[in-house]
């Protein structure tokens, strides 16, 4: 019996890595599609194929948007999991066209191909993103749950940070957000994973292709691109806290999100392809705890053993939500899903894999001033 052939799009970053060693492991046969895009990769790209090399793993260097670049290896694939896209929430809200062409004109070339082509692709995985959620669920002492719309700019400058009740006014709790909270996104990118998510769904379903659909919510870990300023809170804040540079943490620090690390997505996604329970399911991929920014920012200072000072700069990103966490129960039903890695324990593992690599420029100050000059940032 020959075995499962899985084709990654973006299958050399650092998830699709994560994800080939653990296909690998399980008997597969991997075909990882990667444009290597400068932007993530590096100039000079250099790919971390330990554990890879010399087992049933087959890198192809091509556009998950052109397949017919890769036709070949998508014909005779047994599944396809859809990783590439560009991922940047800032950058997404002044690079419209270019968000818009990879992630949703992309997706769409991929499943035009798999309508007009013979194949033998029997599940497809989204990763998404929870960001197609804007802000996160709340609940409301006097209303109940409610999901408020994304915050205005008028708010934002009179340093009103937290979303407030949109009928009553009143003060929120922060409550885990279901897969049932009506998408609202506040970004361009946001907008652009929910229309890959649309795209999936009808066309598969048009298809006869079962497919999941994933939301991640903040991935981090070794491999992770250490290159680009416009995304990876935790790989911008490393390279700032080696060069000995303070971190500037965005409104009043409290704005929280979900941390889960790149070993439980991958192990998330081969669970879904190995389940049909999971076939037609939207799933929120996280560990349902929120970090606040600010304590993140301190513990990752800790694992380095760092000497940065955090500071408060009260300003704001224009598409940035406030809070989201993850309500996981569907995916621990659904597969037995749970996340392992703590925080604490992924942060110390993080930080030891940085200090082995090259020590990268520190972009974060040249995108922060592209985000001022286009008023984007405040």
Same mark, same amino acid.
Request: aromatic fraction near 6%.
């Given at each position: 019996?020959?075995?499962?052939?899985?084709?990654?799009?973006?299958?050399?970053?650092?998830?699709?890595?994560?994800?080939?060693?653990?296909?690998?492991?399980?008997?597969?046969?991997?075909?990882?599609?990667?444009?290597?895009?400068?932007?993530?990769?590096?100039?000079?790209?250099?790919?971390?194929?330990?554990?890879?090399?010399g087992?049933?793993?087959?890198?192809?260097?091509?556009?998950?948007?052109?397949?017919?670049?890769f036709?070949?290896?998508?014909?005779?694939?047994?599944?396809?999991?859809?990783?590439?896209a560009?991922?940047?929430?800032?950058?997404?809200?002044?690079?419209?066209?270019?968000y818009?062409?990879?992630?949703?004109?992309g997706?769409?070339?991929?499943?035009?191909?798999?309508?007009?082509?013979?194949?033998?692709?029997?599940?497809?995985?989204?990763?998404s993103?929870?960001?197609?959620?804007?802000?996160?669920?709340?609940?409301?002492?006097?209303?109940?749950?409610?999901?408020?719309?994304?915050?205005?700019?008028?708010?934002?400058?009179?340093? *009103?940070w =937290?979303? $407030?009740?949109? +009928? #009553? @006014?009143?003060?929120?709790?922060?409550?885990?957000?279901?897969?049932?909270?009506?998408?609202?996104?506040?970004?361009?990118?946001?907008?652009?994973?929910?229309? *890959?998510? =649309?795209? $999936?769904?009808? +066309? #598969? @379903?048009?298809?006869?292709?079962?497919?999941?659909?994933?939301?991640?919510?903040?991935?981090?870990?070794?491999g992770?691109?250490?290159?680009?300023?416009?995304?990876?809170?935790?790989?911008?804040?490393?390279?700032?806290?080696?060069?000995?540079?303070?971190?500037?943490?965005?409104?009043?620090?409290?704005?929280?999100r979900?941390?889960?690390?790149?070993?439980?997505?991958?192990?998330?996604?081969?669970?879904?392809?190995?389940?049909?329970?999971?076939?037609?399911?939207?799933?929120?991929?996280?560990?349902?705890?929120?970090?606040?920014?600010?304590?993140?920012?301190?513990?990752?200072?800790?694992?380095?053993?760092?000497?940065?000072?955090?500071?408060?700069?009260?300003?704001?990103?224009?598409?940035?939500?406030?809070?989201?966490?993850?309500?996981?129960?569907?995916?621990?039903?659904?597969?037995?899903?749970?996340?392992?890695?703590?925080?604490?324990?992924g942060?110390?593992?993080?930080?030891?894999w940085?200090?082995?690599?090259?020590?990268?420029?520190d972009?974060?100050?040249?995108?922060?001033?592209?985000?001022?000059?286009?008023?984007?940032?405040?």
């Amino acid at each position: 019996m020959s075995k499962p052939k899985i084709l990654i799009t973006g299958g050399l970053g650092f998830i699709g890595l994560r994800l080939g060693r653990r296909l690998l492991d399980a008997g597969c046969h991997v075909v990882a599609i990667d444009n290597l895009s400068p932007q993530i990769h590096g100039a000079l790209p250099v790919v971390d194929l330990t554990g890879l090399v010399g087992r049933d793993f087959q890198v192809i260097r091509g556009d998950a948007g052109q397949p017919e670049g890769f036709a070949e290896a998508l014909g005779s694939a047994d599944a396809l999991v859809h990783l590439a896209a560009e991922t940047g929430t800032a950058q997404s809200m002044y690079e419209l066209a270019r968000y818009n062409a990879v992630n949703s004109q992309g997706t769409a070339a991929l499943l035009q191909w798999l309508q007009d082509h013979p194949h033998r692709v029997r599940k497809v995985v989204l990763a998404s993103s929870r960001s197609v959620y804007g802000e996160g669920a709340y609940r409301c002492g006097a209303c109940g749950p409610v999901a408020p719309d994304a915050r205005t700019a008028d708010r934002l400058d009179s340093h *009103q940070w =937290d979303p $407030v009740c949109p +009928a #009553c @006014g009143s003060e929120l709790e922060l409550i885990p957000t279901p897969e049932t909270s009506r998408p609202r996104p506040s970004s361009i990118y946001a907008a652009t994973k929910l229309a *890959q998510e =649309d795209l $999936v769904r009808i +066309a #598969c @379903g048009a298809f006869g292709i079962p497919f999941s659909i994933l939301r991640f919510q903040n991935v981090y870990g070794p491999g992770q691109s250490l290159h680009n300023p416009y995304t990876g809170i935790l790989s911008i804040f490393s390279t700032r806290i080696r060069r000995g540079l303070d971190l500037p943490i965005f409104e009043d620090g409290k704005e929280s999100r979900d941390f889960i690390h790149v070993e439980d997505i991958a192990e998330a996604i081969r669970l879904c392809l190995e389940s049909e329970a999971t076939d037609g399911q939207t799933m929120n991929v996280g560990t349902g705890i929120p970090t606040s920014v600010w304590d993140m920012a301190n513990q990752l200072v800790r694992a380095f053993g760092g000497a940065s000072k955090t500071h408060l700069t009260a300003q704001y990103r224009l598409g940035d939500i406030r809070h989201c966490f993850a309500d996981i129960s569907l995916i621990s039903r659904l597969t037995g899903f749970t996340p392992r890695v703590s925080l604490e324990e992924g942060l110390a593992g993080f930080a030891r894999w940085v200090d082995s690599q090259p020590l990268p420029e520190d972009g974060l100050d040249r995108a922060n001033r592209t985000l001022l000059d286009k008023g984007l940032m405040k």
